[in-house]
C-alpha cells in the first residue's frame, strides 16, 4: 500500500485528537487503557482486558463507541450463556408462518464481552468466529458484521470460582492484553468530583466527535505506516527467540518458556506499531515503538511453564528478557 499524504495524515491525526479529547472528558487518567484502545480500533484488532472489578472498563468501552457515533453493545458471560444470544438465532413467525432471523448483540461497532472466562466453550468459540471471520453463522446463512468492528474483553483475576480459562487459540486472537491498575488518589478524586458535576451520571454520554467513516480513513492510513525491512526483522527476530529460549536466554531461563509466540505476534507487531506510530504524529515506525508495545502484544502469547509460576516469575519480565538478547536495529 502507498504511503498515506500529508493531508491525509493531518485528517487521521485530527480525527485521533478529538476521539482522545472526549474520551479524556469521562475517564480520569488510565492512559494506557486508552493508548491500546485506540491502537486496537486503529489497526481493526481486539483487546483482552484484565482487572478487579471498578476500573472503568464498560465506561470507557461505551465512551469509545460514543465518540465515533457506532453501537455498543456489552454481553454479561455467564455459564450458562449460548452461542444464539451472542450471535443471535431463528425465530418462528406465526404471522408469515416463516422463520426470521434476529441479529444478536455481537452485531455492534463496539462489543463488551465482560468476564469472558465465565462464559463456557461453546459460548467462547462462537466469539472466536465473530472476532477471525468478521461474521456470524445463524441457521446456516453467514451474516456480516458491522465496519468497524471491535471486541473489548474482560477477564476477573481474583474470581477463579465457575471460571473457563480462555484457550491459547482465541487469547491469540486477542491483538493486545491490557492489565489495568488502579487509580492514583489525585485521579480517584477527580472521578469524584466528575461524579458530582454529573459527567459520568447515569444515562450520559460522551460526545459524537468523529463517524464510522472517520475510523475508516483512520484504518486507511494506519495500514499505509511505513516499516522498514530492519524494523520488521527485528520483530521476526524477536518472535524467533520466544521459540527458541535455549540458543539465546541459557537453560535457567529457557525452563520457564512453555510455548513461544507464534506468527500472529509478529502480525500483530506490525499492526499495532503502526497504530502507535501515528498516534506519535510519525508516517513511519521505528524499534522503540516495538518496544514500548512488548508487554501488550507478547503477555498473552508468550506462555509461561508451571515453574515460572511457582517461582512467581511474570511473563513481562521474560519477555524483557527476550527484548534484552535482541540487537536493536
Known amino acids: 500500500m502507498n504511503p498515506p499524504s500529508a493531508e491525509r495524515l493531518q485528517a487521521a491525526r485530527d480525527v485521533v485528537d478529538r476521539i482522545s479529547s472526549a474520551y479524556s472528558e469521562r475517564i480520569v487518567g488510565q492512559d494506557r487503557l486508552?493508548?491500546?484502545?485506540?491502537?486496537?480500533?486503529?489497526a481493526g484488532g481486539h483487546v483482552l482486558l484484565e482487572s478487579v472489578p471498578g476500573l472503568a472498563k464498560t465506561t470507557a468501552a461505551s465512551t469509545l463507541a460514543?465518540?465515533?457515533?457506532?453501537r455498543f453493545k456489552r454481553i454479561q458471560c455467564t455459564p450458562d450463556l449460548m452461542p444464539s444470544d451472542i450471535t443471535g438465532s431463528q425465530i418462528y413467525d406465526a404471522q408469515t408462518g416463516a422463520f426470521r432471523t434476529v441479529l444478536?448483540?455481537?452485531?455492534?461497532?463496539?462489543v463488551l464481552l465482560d468476564e469472558i472466562n465465565r462464559s463456557s466453550a461453546k459460548a467462547q468459540s462462537a466469539m472466536l468466529e465473530a472476532m477471525q471471520e468478521r461474521q456470524t453463522t445463524i441457521g446456516g446463512?453467514?451474516?456480516?458484521?458491522?465496519?468497524?468492528?471491535?471486541?473489548?474483553?474482560?477477564?476477573?483475576?481474583?474470581?477463579?470460582?465457575?471460571t473457563?480459562?480462555?484457550?491459547?487459540?482465541q487469547m491469540d486472537r486477542f491483538l493486545l492484553k491490557e492489565i489495568l491498575q488502579y487509580p492514583s488518589p489525585a485521579e480517584e478524586l477527580e472521578v469524584l468530583e466528575r461524579l458530582d458535576s454529573g459527567v459520568l451520571a447515569v444515562g450520559s454520554h460522551a460526545e459524537k466527535v468523529a463517524t464510522l467513516a472517520d475510523v475508516k480513513l483512520l484504518q486507511e492510513v494506519t495500514e499505509g505506516i511505513?516499516?522498514?525491512p530492519e524494523v520488521r526483522n527485528y520483530i521476526v527476530g524477536l518472535a524467533y527467540v520466544t521459540r527458541n529460549p535455549e540458543q539465546y536466554l541459557g537453560a535457567e531461563?529457557?525452563?520457564l518458556i512453555k510455548y513461544g509466540a507464534s506468527p500472529r505476534a509478529s502480525i500483530a507487531f506490525v499492526r499495532a506499531t503502526r497504530a502507535l506510530a501515528l498516534l506519535s504524529g510519525r508516517d513511519h515506525v521505528i524499534p522503540e515503538d516495538v518496544s514500548s508495545l512488548r508487554h501488550v502484544v507478547l503477555r498473552h502469547r508468550v506462555l509461561l511453564s508451571y515453574e515460572a509460576e511457582?517461582?512467581?516469575v511474570r511473563s513481562e519480565d521474560i519477555i524483557d528478557a527476550v527484548f534484552g538478547a535482541v540487537p536493536v536495529p
Open 34 to 42: 486508552r493508548t491500546s484502545l485506540l491502537i486496537a480500533l486503529m
Open 66 to 70: 460514543d465518540t465515533i457515533d457506532g
Open 104 to 110: 444478536g448483540p455481537v452485531h455492534a461497532n463496539v
Open 141 to 162: 446463512e453467514l451474516h456480516e458484521l458491522p465496519d468497524p468492528f471491535l471486541v473489548i474483553a474482560t477477564q476477573n483475576p481474583i474470581e477463579q470460582e465457575g
Open 164 to 169: 473457563y480459562e480462555l484457550p491459547e487459540a
Open 226 to 228: 511505513h516499516v522498514s
Open 253 to 255: 531461563r529457557a525452563r
Open 310 to 312: 511457582a517461582e512467581g
